[in-house]
């Protein structure tokens, strides 16, 4: 088997990276930000990894002086029409997320996507999506997508099952809250003031 330093590796997946932020679509991003300035409350929510990166965007949210919720937490409250709910999923097709997301756009609330995949399941009732771009192993089954892939331990790319796509939304979550920065004119200090102080 081929040995790579992980140095390169990180160096490939950064480039590849870069590569995705080119192919990112302006008007798409702009869309997705006067989104999340003129919801009432943001709800927040992907399945595993993408899950993660989720969680780190609804904390930054927070951070700004959102109301950023987390779904599936304990203390996150109803959803209502005017909410806004941003997903995290690279096929856009997983089972569990797409039947959330489906419930909330019957509640009335709107529906951005972040994803490699709009021709999909929540695509297709999304109010705006963000493409971005990567490979992913192939599965054919897309009601048990997300589960296959936690479960599966073979690979072909350099960046095993999805990691390229919940990488680069980590990065793209993390750029879209310096821009919201910019747009809120909120500083760092201010985003000090709502860390978290019990640790």
């Not at 927040?44 to 989720?54: H, P």
């Not at 109301?67 to 569990?96: C, H, W, Y």
């Not at 919201?180 to 985003?191: G, N, P, Q, R, V």
């Amino acid at each position: 088997m081929e040995k790579h330093r992980v140095q390169e590796m990180m160096r490939l997946m950064a480039s590849k990276i870069r590569m995705i932020a080119d192919s990112i679509s302006d008007e798409d991003v702009e869309k997705l930000i006067a989104e999340i300035l003129n919801a009432r409350r943001i709800y927040v929510m992907g399945a595993g990894r993408s899950g993660l990166v989720a969680k780190a965007f609804a904390m930054r949210l927070m951070h700004l002086g959102l109301q950023a919720f987390v779904v599936g937490e304990t203390i996150t409250p109803a959803l209502n029409k005017g909410d806004v709910m941003v997903i995290f999923s690279g096929s856009g097709r997983t089972k569990t997320v797409a039947d959330i997301a489906e419930t909330g756009k019957e509640i009335g609330a709107h529906i951005c996507l972040i994803t490699s995949n709009a021709d999909s399941r929540i695509g297709k009732i999304a109010d705006c999506i963000v493409i971005i771009e990567h490979h992913r192993d192939d599965v054919d089954d897309d009601a048990v997508e997300f589960e296959i892939r936690q479960m599966m331990g073979e690979h072909k790319s350099f960046a095993p099952l999805g990691t390229l796509f919940e990488t680069t939304s980590m990065i793209f979550g993390d750029a879209v809250i310096s821009r919201l920065m910019e747009i809120t004119k909120t500083d760092e200090s201010a985003l000090k003031n709502r860390h978290v102080n019990l640790e």
